[in-house]
């Protein structure tokens, strides 16, 4: 057994090797591997297994069907069941790898019953645990309607991501940002009067109160919550007064100096299209230079809020356990 365990290790670290070793190279190994997953090995020997399938499944869909292949997203699911920690990450990082694939990977994880299991994950008291099975869905929102679906279904999933998404920590909280934004840009009008009706439009519009968040997180939720409002539109439904109850539009003024122009471009989509210039201080919406080289709205006493260092545009604030950027 020590060799077993001694072979599995090594095979491990060859696979997460940098750069990533062509498929053609690690392939052999994957039969092996599902072989250790699907069988009843000890569990330093199993952690070493999916690791390994998580980083030769990290990359391109042919990588991901190479692994799914083998027959091993049933058992990694069944994985899930097991208490240990050190198990969970990896079998969550390598099924959440399965699902960033075509929408028939996809369907494949969901068909095997990851959804059974999602809740309980998300409200893990491990931080990694949560961030990891956010993301994963988050990548089920980015698959197809039904799929979307799906996931809905399951109130009590999508409660715990709202829950993420309003009061986790940051690297929790945006990837359940990204799993709302997705639902939004990608779901049918009745999936997202769904969300709103969840009260998922509130964390959306909350987290643009957090102004020195990546602007690529701030611009996925204004994506979100500008598709929300055309739904509203479209509906007869009134999601403005949402986002005025959510102090949406004073979170959108006080980003009006955001350095990144992704973010000022957008906010002023959705301020000409959905509030119109008189919800604001100042009716000048056009582009002006402010003294400190940043784009302004025209309103009075313009907040100083971004150093000029652009290393610095992170959160500043400190949550949780440091997690793998996605």
């Not at 998300?122 to 990548?139: D, H, V, Y």
């Not at 102004?211 to 007869?236: P, Y």
Request: hydrophobic share 40%; glycine share 6%.
């Amino acid at each position: 057994m020590s060799l077993l365990g001694n072979v599995t290790w090594s095979v491990s670290n060859l696979c997460r090797g940098k750069p990533v070793p062509p498929l053609e190279m690690v392939a052999p190994a994957i039969p092996f591997l599902a072989n250790v997953v699907r069988g009843n090995f000890p569990v330093e020997v199993m952690i070493d297994a999916v690791w390994a399938l998580s980083y030769i499944s990290d990359g391109t869909d042919d990588r991901i069907q190479s692994v799914i292949d083998a027959g091993v997203v049933e058992p990694l699911i069944g994985l899930l069941s097991n208490k240990n920690s050190r198990l969970t990450t990896p079998t969550i990082r390598c099924l959440g790898n399965f699902v960033t694939g075509s929408e028939e990977q996809t369907q494949m994880v969901l068909d095997a019953g990851i959804l059974e299991h999602l809740e309980e994950l998300l409200e893990s008291s491990r931080n990694s645990i949560r961030k990891e099975t956010s993301w994963l869905a988050s990548n089920i929102a980015a698959g197809s309607q039904n799929q979307i679906a799906m996931l809905m279904h399951r109130r009590g999933i999508l409660q715990s991501i709202i829950d993420n998404a309003m009061n986790s920590s940051w690297e929790v909280r945006k990837e359940a940002i990204w799993t709302l934004s997705n639902i939004c840009t990608l779901g049918d009008d009745v999936q997202v009067m769904g969300l709103v009706q969840f009260q998922g439009l509130q964390p959306l519009t909350e987290i643009l109160s957090f102004q020195n968040a990546d602007a690529v997180v701030l611009v996925a939720a204004l994506d979100a919550i500008d598709h929300v409002l055309e739904v509203g539109d479209r509906h007869g439904k009134d999601y403005c007064t949402l986002v005025h109850e959510y102090n949406g539009v004073d979170y959108i003024e006080d980003l009006q100096e955001h350095p990144s122009s992704a973010v000022y471009e957008k906010i002023v989509q959705v301020i000409e299209t959905y509030f119109g210039t008189d919800e604001l201080e100042d009716e000048n919406l056009a582009p002006e230079m402010t003294d400190t080289g940043t784009f302004g709205f025209g309103l009075n006493s313009p907040k100083q809020l971004f150093p000029t260092d652009a290393s610095s545009l992170v959160p500043v604030f400190q949550f949780g356990d440091a997690n793998r950027a996605f």
